[in-house]
């Protein structure tokens, strides 16, 4: 009778390999010929004095007319010397920096939004680097598609020790998961980190992005963005516009980043997105479940196993293909590992959520 549990698995497995199926489509882009339309850069920042200056000196180096682009400060409230190093840096033609009009990275955006002068947004964060193809391949990709939003792809820089190998594992996962349903034309997610979008569809959907959430600007854009009929959002896969950005090096710190990333699910109204999210949990608790119930009685070990491979595969699919594309296959040697810790660290972190919603 126990083996009847297993059915739990068949939506997640599903799900996964239809995203493991959607991966293999994406072909790399070739830039075409680099329009000469103007763009605007946003980075909205709080106390980013150390990472900050790296930034400025990539998009300094950009294989593109510095003319035909803007790139906009815009600084959250900072206390250190993040507004300071931004006015004096004079390696780029057309900066601004200026100060939030309110609170959080949302009003932060919408502030950079306002004070825009081209059509074409990109945001990305200040402790990220950028190749020096980022701004002309991005922008050669919205002239040729016009789409209403554009998803690039986040990795992070390899690091030495299990605690950062994860990261970068579960980044490559999320990774996956995000190229592989936007490529299907159903996307659940995106980073801010690297991502652009027309300014009309931004001023059109900037209204729906939940203010009352402190994180979100970016996904919830998006699932706005999903809604409207004839939308056109893209993946955009190319070496050129990788960003990378740092792992953390306290535990604390990235539960706590995890924490602020769940404490939005609630608040999402897309349908696939909930649907991936719910089976993804359901998932995990019966790895718990059938490993607690093992420990009582033995007759669900066969069972744990069992499951645990069955989940393993479609996992082990995805990080594999998107582990290939940005040339991590070293990762996969603590994917083992990482699968055994991975559902003790989402109740971990789920139940740092409960804490901290309580405590509100």
């Known amino acids: 009778m126990q083996w009847v549990l297993l059915i739990i698995l068949v ?4 799900l996964l390999l239809k995203i493991y199926n959607n991966l293999y489509r994406i072909k790399p882009r070739v830039p075409g010929i680099t329009p000469d339309q103007f763009v605007s850069v946003i980075v909205a920042c709080r106390n980013e004095e150390k990472d900050l200056p790296y930034l400025l000196h990539d998009i300094s180096m950009q294989n593109y007319n510095q003319e035909l682009f803007e790139v906009i400060i815009v600084d959250d409230h900072s206390t250190d010397m993040t507004s300071e190093i ?10 601004k920096v200026m100060k939030n009009n309110n609170n959080g990275k949302k009003q932060a955006i919408r502030t950079g939004v306002a004070a825009s002068s081209g059509n074409l947004i990109i945001t990305t964060d200040a402790d990220c ?12 990709f919205f002239d040729q598609q016009k789409p209403d939003l554009i998803i690039c792809p986040v990795v992070l ?13 579960e980044y490559l996962s999320l990774q996956g998961v995000t190229a592989g ?22 001023n059109k959907n900037s209204g729906n992005l ?42 604390a710190s990235y539960i706590k980043q995890r924490v602020r990333w769940i404490s939005k699910a609630g608040a999402y109204k897309d349908p696939f997105t909930r649907v991936l999210a719910i089976v993804t949990f359901i998932t995990i608790l019966l790895m718990l479940f059938l490993l607690f119930a093992g420990l009582i009685n033995p007759v669900f070990l066969p069972v744990l196993l069992t499951a645990f491979f069955l989940k393993s595969i479609p996992d082990f699919l995805v990080l594999r293909n998107t582990a290939r594309r940005y040339n991590k296959r070293s990762l996969l040697g ?14 971990a972190v789920f139940f740092c959520f409960l804490v901290a919603k309580k405590q509100v």
Request: aromatic share 12%.
């Open 11 to 14: 939506p997640y497995i599903y």
């Open 86 to 95: 931004a006015n004096g840096y004079t390696a780029i033609r057309n900066i």
């Open 129 to 140: 680097r950028i190749g020096e193809n980022w701004i002309s391949t991005i922008t050669s």
């Open 157 to 169: 820089e390899s690091s030495c020790g299990f605690f950062h190998r994860f990261q970068e594992l």
């Open 181 to 202: 349903t936007a490529e299907r034309g159903n996307p659940v997610m995106c980073n801010g980190a690297n991502m652009a979008f027309s300014k009309e569809s931004y």
């Open 210 to 251: 939940h203010d009352e959430i402190a994180s979100g600007d970016d996904v919830f854009l998006l699932h706005s963005i999903k809604k409207e009929p004839g939308n056109k959002i893209l993946w955009l896969e190319s070496q050129n516009v990788i960003v990378t950005t740092k792992s953390t090096n306290e535990i």
């Open 334 to 347: 603590i994917f083992l590992p990482a699968q055994i810790i991975y559902p003790f660290y989402v109740i």
